[in-house]
């Protein structure tokens, strides 16, 4: 079987968790099963203006070429919109391939993305062009808000038309999706992308943040959180893995209020990262927008290392019913304090939490993501024949 996937950048531009999904997928059906072929279309970082972010002509035509020089049984479509436009779906189904879309974050539910709106409430519906153009996070000005949202809604109404079922990795998100589609689709929840190591430190040597520096991940909370945990805990350190457009913000914020065990890294290789989760004693997932899933947490809980997240990541329900991790209100800084110190004083808790850590990884393997992958592929192909 072969599959065509779509993603807006290609395999040598990793710039977030769905080109490293992408990568380990595409090398696991490589190394473990020759009856399924992966092709990655995607498109370097390139510059676009509003009429290439409406409908790219160029791009869609190279898609249409690689359809036809290919000719995949099925179509993937991940994190598209800019550069890649959906407007290849026509052809594709005047070819009668089957298209599954990944929806993995709430572009497609709110372009604005965050799910909040103005008073820093979780959205739970949206039908209104005027409330999201007005009054959803985050805000830049009216022109570029509005010019966004007809996009987002151009693009919807093509990918509506033409998809034959949807997949997300969280609940919240599937029951989203079904509503505003209408089509068939389910919950596929991601896979361990880190290689498990069970020889790490147990105690660790410091509190961890990995993700991107941008105001939505919830770091200048956590900073916040840290400044005062220190007076009570005076030997912690903390260390941030990542790099972003708010990493000049938070430093200042460091040095201003004299925090001299917070250690800025800054990127890290995947090599590196392990190390780093392998020596740390647990993670904080502070985000301060509605992430469909959570990767990081993952990545934390497969070196055997408990996490604290907030309860805008989708993956909050799996931490708590399999008790591996706390949870606290998004932007609740004496909340997060209070979840901190209870890691860091209760050493039963946090045994307690990284026990039932093994049980939980084994239904996250990517041996049975790849299997339940498949089996919609060859329930699609199938139906058409």
């Keep these: ?40 279309f995607g498109k370097d970082k390139i510059k676009t203006n509003w009429v290439e972010k409406f409908y790219h002509k160029t791009i869609t035509h190279e898609i249409i070429q690689e359809i036809e020089s290919f000719q995949p049984d099925v179509i993937h479509c991940f994190s598209i919109g800019a550069p890649i436009t959906p407007h290849f779906m026509e052809f594709a189904k005047s070819k009668e391939i089957p298209i599954v879309f990944s929806f993995r974050d709430y572009y497609y539910i709110c372009p604005k993305n965050y799910m909040l709106n103005d008073k820093n409430e979780v959205l739970h519906k949206h039908e209104s062009a005027l409330e999201c153009i007005f009054h959803h996070q985050p805000k830049r000005n009216i022109l570029f808000d509005t010019l966004l949202y007809l996009k987002q809604s151009h693009h919807k109404s093509i990918i509506k038309k033409h998809i034959d079922y949807f997949l997300t990795p969280s609940e919240n998100l599937t029951q989203f999706i079904s509503k505003h589609f209408k089509k068939e689709g389910k919950t596929l929840a991601n896979p361990i992308l880190i290689e498990q190591n069970q020889n790490s430190n147990s105690e660790g040597n410091y509190i961890l943040f990995v993700g991107r520096l941008v105001p939505e991940k919830g770091i200048l909370t956590l900073l916040k959180a840290f400044q005062n945990i220190s007076k009570q805990f005076p030997e912690e350190q903390l260390w941030i893995v990542g790099d972003g457009n708010q990493r000049e913000e938070l430093q200042d914020f460091t040095e201003n209020n004299k925090l001299q065990n917070v250690t800025f890294l800054g990127n890290k290789s995947r090599e590196e990262l392990q190390e780093i989760y392998a020596n740390s004693k647990f993670s904080v997932v502070p985000s301060e927008y509605l992430e469909a899933y959570g990767n990081v ?25 399999n008790n591996v991790g706390l949870t606290y209100s998004f932007k609740n800084q004496k909340a997060l304090e209070e979840k901190m110190v209870e890691l860091l004083s209760n050493p039963g808790l946090k045994s307690e939490l990284e026990n039932n850590i093994p049980k939980y990884l084994a239904t996250k393997t990517f041996a049975k993501h790849f299997s339940d992958l498949v089996y919609v592929y060859e329930n699609l192909l199938s139906r058409n024949r």
């Design 297 to 321: 947490i993952l990545e934390s809980l497969a070196f055997g290392k408990t996490v604290i997240t907030s309860d805008l990541v989708g993956i909050k329900n799996e931490i708590k019913q």
């Design 1 to 40: 079987m072969k599959i065509l996937i779509i993603n807006n950048f290609n395999s040598e531009n990793r710039v977030g968790g769905v080109e490293h999904y992408l990568h380990e997928l595409i090398q696991y059906a490589e190394k473990n099963n020759s009856n399924y072929i992966f092709k990655w």
